[in-house]
Structure formats: C-alpha cells, structure tokens
C-alpha cells in the first residue's frame, strides 16, 4: 500500500483547505482511514478517522471545523478543513489500516497564518 497526500499550502486564518489523499494497492472498502498532524516540537496526534463501518472520530479540536472523508472506487481519502486556525500549522500524514497493519504516506504541510 502505498500513499500520496496533497492538498497542503499557506492559508489566512478563517479559509479552508482540503487535503488529498491516493492510495494504491488493495481494496480500502474494509479498510479504516486516518489523518494526523504533527507540528514542530509537538508529538503526533489524531486529528480525524474513519472506520471501516464508517463512524468517524475528531480530535476536540478540530470538531466541527474538518471533515474526514473517502472515494474507494478513487481509492481516495480526503481532509475538509474550515475555520481554520494558526495553531492547525503542522504536517499532516494520511494513514490506512488494513489486514492489522496501518500504511502511512509522506505528509504535506499546512501553514495557517494570522
């Protein structure tokens, strides 16, 4: 499995990005999908993630400002992000977890200015 993510860049305060996922490899229907964030300093954390089921779960401090979605027929997972604030600043790595084993891909930088 690999992963591509896109999508990041600079962006004012209050705007809204929306981060790309590609994924290559085995069907993801059954797979559950993530988006984390790290920013400089700062250990990793889960921002957003969608189960196989489809529930999802957010980070308190991203609920109701970003959206976790997914295409598997694109084989494509997405990150709606509105509202967004300077402290959303970090790289952002998509994950996929399939057959017990979760896939990171590179991440890509969000930088929310003041």
């Known amino acids: 499995v690999q992963l591509q993510a896109s999508g990041g860049g600079l962006v004012q305060a209050g705007g809204s990005l929306r981060l790309s996922c590609a994924a290559s490899?085995?069907?993801?229907?059954?797979?559950?999908v993530a988006w984390y964030r790290q920013a400089p300093g700062t250990e990793r954390e889960l921002v957003a993630q969608?189960?196989?089921?489809?529930?999802?779960v957010y980070a308190d401090s991203v609920k109701g400002r970003f959206t976790i979605s997914r295409d598997s027929v694109k084989k494509m997972v997405y990150l709606q992000m509105h509202s967004l604030k300077p402290e959303d600043t970090a790289v952002y790595y998509c994950?996929?977890?399939?057959?017990?084993?979760?896939?990171w891909g590179q991440g890509t930088q969000v930088t929310v200015s003041s």
């Open positions: 994950t996929l977890t399939t057959w017990g084993r979760e896939y």
């Open positions: 969608q189960f196989s089921g489809g529930g999802t």
């Open positions: 490899g085995p069907n993801m229907l059954y797979a559950g």
